[in-house]
């Protein structure tokens, strides 16, 4: 397989069922296909294993998040009432310093209800948002492993092109 695939994006999708978490269902939810979820979860199994690069965006991300045992916000308005609203427009993330994106301070996409709520094991918190929420993610001790709450694809901005030129950069790099 390692010779086959030099990095896994992981896209956009659906909503990932609380059970995954631990949880039972407490808000209205479109969830993704269960056969997705579950070829997901065996493709960053195996992926991990021969420490590729991987990026999760947005469902991706926080898939990745519960795969290594995080939980969610089943839905930010419910649970986090304080919260701006995540599910359209713009909102500004403070990026820390890492060596996969820019850092700093600037405006995103909004286009979730879930979040991340307890990070996975081993995961930082790369980005969160001026409410609280957790916008990036990044594996320790790993090559790239990086997931963003935004969808840098719909962006037109350099800051966004960095993420993608990380993860090409890393998949050469890995070969």
Same mark, same amino acid.
């Given at each position: ?6 990095? @896994?994006?992981?896209?956009?999708? &659906?909503? =990932? #069922? ?12 479109? /969830? ?39 939980? @969610?916000?089943?839905?930010?308005? &419910?649970? =986090? #009432? ?12 403070? /990026? ?80």
């Amino acid at each position: 397989m390692s010779s086959r695939l030099d990095g @896994l994006i992981i896209p956009g999708g &659906g909503d =990932l #069922p609380p059970s995954l978490y631990g949880e039972t269902s407490r808000f209205p939810a479109k /969830v993704e296909c269960p056969e997705r979820i579950d070829f997901e979860f065996l493709l960053l199994h195996a992926i991990i294993k021969i420490k590729k690069p991987v990026l999760g965006i947005c469902y991706g991300m926080q898939l990745m998040n519960v795969f290594l045992g995080g939980s @969610l916000y089943q839905d930010i308005e &419910g649970q =986090l #009432p304080e919260a701006h609203r995540h599910t359209e427009g713009e909102h500004l993330v403070e /990026v820390g310093m890492n060596p996969h994106m820019t850092s700093g301070c600037r405006v995103v996409n909004s286009s979730h209800h879930q979040a991340v709520r307890k990070l996975g094991t081993g995961l930082d918190c790369l980005a969160r948002s001026r409410d609280g929420v957790i916008e990036a993610l990044v594996l320790r001790d790993y090559g790239f492993f990086v997931g963003v709450q935004w969808h840098p694809e719909r962006m037109r901005d350099a800051s966004s092109a960095v993420i993608f030129t990380a993860f090409i950069e890393a998949c050469r790099a890995c070969k």
